[in-house]
């Protein structure tokens, strides 16, 4: 199960840090990921951290300004969210799969776990 939080209302510009935490697996055996979906549109991959891969894989759209990190400790996977902008306004959703491999890993269809989604407004 995954629980995602951190959400909320923010001025274009501004930061946010969203967090999802995992229970019930062993969530370093995962590879871990940020989606989002706006009103009207289709899910879109955001990032995504291998298992055993300390290197973050990003959207076009969002490098730069998103960083994905984890924590397998904590059982977390966090996004965080900097130079905002209104057309970043979406629910984000965490992801999390042990079958993804490199060609399939910005594809929605090939995750199995999924947080129930937290709300991002950005505003102009």
């Known amino acids: 199960q995954l629980q995602a939080c951190g959400g909320g209302l923010v001025q274009a510009g501004g930061s946010l840090r969203l967090s999802c935490a995992a229970s019930?697996?062993?969530?370093?055996?995962?590879?871990v990921a940020w989606f989002r979906q706006a009103p009207g549109k289709e899910r879109e991959f955001l990032a995504a951290?291998?298992?055993?891969?300390?290197?973050?894989i990003y959207a076009d759209s969002v490098k730069g300004r998103f960083t994905i990190s984890r924590d397998n400790a904590k059982n977390t996977v966090y996004l965080q969210l900097n130079s905002l902008k209104p057309e970043d306004t979406a629910v984000y959703y965490c992801a999390a799969s042990s079958t993804v491999i490199s060609s399939t890993i910005s594809n929605h269809q090939f995750y199995t776990y999924w947080g129930q989604g937290t709300l991002v407004t950005v505003s102009s």
């Open positions: 951290r291998k298992r055993y891969n300390s290197n973050g």
């Open positions: 019930g697996r062993t969530f370093s055996d995962y590879t």
